[in-house]
């Protein structure tokens, strides 16, 4: 493995100079040495002794981590949800939310005027529009008057 920064997640894969970390175990890099090892820490704030970058790994964060740090209603709401960064709503999921949302088609004929005129502004077309291209607080505005 490559040095990475401080902070990153690694996973113990080997112990090639006799370190105390449990193989398979999940730690923070805590503090890089010149010689090519560096000191890690476990999620309890226990600091561990010098690791080699060969006998390591850089790991995100598993969905084992993410069971065992978040409440049952916030696990339920990301299972709606594809992906792991940049989260879009699985397609069975927002096809129920679209067809369930009695003022839906309302509140897009509000805002399609603001979003064709921020597009004409812009020079986007409707296909690259992004939302973070209009003014948010007009949005929520016209949400709130539903």
Known sequence: MTPVSIGTRIQVLANSNSHHYRIGSIHRVLQVDSDGSFRAIDDQGIEGDYLKWRDCQAVGLG????RGHLDAHSLELLSAFDGLQNLRLRESVESKVIT???TLAETILKILPEVEEANELHGS???GSNLDDFDDDAIQQLL???
């Not at 969905?63 to 993410?66: G, K, L, P, S, Y």
């Open 63 to 66: 969905w084992d981590w993410i």
């Open 144 to 146: 709130a008057d539903d």
């Open 125 to 127: 077309t409707p296909e």
């Open 100 to 102: 369930s949302s009695p």
